[in-house]
C-alpha cells in the first residue's frame, strides 16, 4: 500500500489557538482554497481510497480532495487530533510561558499534555490504523487527510526515530508526506510535499 497522509488546510482559527479536537473549528477561505489547489496538483495522482480523520477540518479538507474524483470520504478515528487535554482551545501565547508545555515539546516520548494523550499513545494507535488499511488495501493507493503530529508520528515509526525528535519534521498545512507499506515494513518515499509553506 502507498499511504499519503495530508495534513488539513488552514482552519478559521488561525495559528494563535491550539484547537486539539475542537469541534466547529471549519477551513477558513484560504484554508479551502489551498485544499483546492491541491486538488488539482493530485488530480493525475492514482488514489484509490479516502479516508479521515474525525475532526471537522481534516474532514473538509478531505472532501474538497475526494470530490473532483466522486470518491466517498470515510472516517478513520485512528488518525484523529492528539487529545491536548486542558491545553485545547489555549492560546499559544499563553502555553508559551508553561513549563510543562515547553517539557512537553522537548520530550513528547514521556510527557502528556494535563488530562490529554502520551505521544507514545497516539503514535501506537496510529500504527495500528496504518496495519488496518493495509490489510484492506494491500495494493492501493489511500489518501488519509489528518494532523501534523498523526503525520509525524507515523513518520518517526517509519523511520525508526525517537519521539523526542519529532519537531524536526517540518509538517506544513495542506502538505503531503507519502509512506510504502509492505511486508517488509514502513519506508519514506516523500516528506512536507507541496505544503503551504513549502
Known sequence: MKL???????HILGGDVLPGRTSGVSLSEAGRRHAAAL?????DTRIDAFYSSPVQRARETAQILAEPRSLPVRIAEGFTEIDVGRWEG?????LDADDLWRRWNQHRSGTA??????MLETQARVVRAIHALADTHREDVVAVTTHAD???????WALGMPLDLLLRLRIDLCSMTALGIGDDGPTVL???LWGEGA
Do not use: K, S, Y
Not at 39 to 43: G, K, N
Not at 113 to 118: D, I, K, N, T
Open 4 to 10: 499519503l497522509l495530508i495534513r488539513h488546510a488552514e
Open 90 to 94: 489555549r492560546p499559544f501565547r499563553d
Open 190 to 192: 516523500g516528506l512536507n
Open 39 to 43: 486538488a488539482q496538483r493530485l488530480a
Open 150 to 156: 498523526v503525520i509525524r508520528a507515523a513518520t518517526t
Open 113 to 118: 499534555a494535563p488530562g490529554g494523550e502520551l
